[in-house]
């Protein structure tokens, strides 16, 4: 099953549940929505906004594909790397310890 995000972010509800059944997830090159899906252990195919200025999506999708988490794409390329990736291939993206970022906080605040 295949999620596709064609809008500017993740349903709350439900973009959610179709992330966590899907198999493969193809969204646009966001921070948040590719962060999300990454956090949830899906593979991504990132489809980057290349008429964007200042393009942070490009940055983002780049450092995660070299990286080995994502495949990415633009609307030109998509067909192409949709038909070559090897999604099973992708890195695990490493989860994050969030009680380092609370230890922080509590440490300043009880300082």
Do not use: W
């Not at 549940?17 to 193809?26: K, M, N, Q, R, T």
């Not at 990454?38 to 290349?50: A, E, H, S, T, Y």
């Not at 310890?97 to 009880?110: K, L, M």
């Amino acid at each position: 099953k295949i999620y596709r995000d064609i809008s500017s972010g993740i349903n709350a509800e439900y973009g959610q549940s179709e992330i966590e059944s899907a198999d493969l997830v193809i969204a646009h090159a966001g921070g948040g929505t590719a962060l999300e899906v990454l956090r949830k252990g899906k593979p991504l195919l990132c489809v980057i906004n290349d008429e964007l200025m200042d393009n942070h999506q490009t940055e983002l999708a780049e450092e995660l594909s070299r990286a080995g988490h994502v495949f990415s794409a633009t609307p030109g390329t998509l067909a192409e790397v949709f038909r070559e990736a090897e999604f099973e291939r992708l890195k695990p993206f490493p989860s994050v310890d969030q009680s380092v970022f609370r230890d922080f906080i509590t440490g300043v605040a009880c300082s």
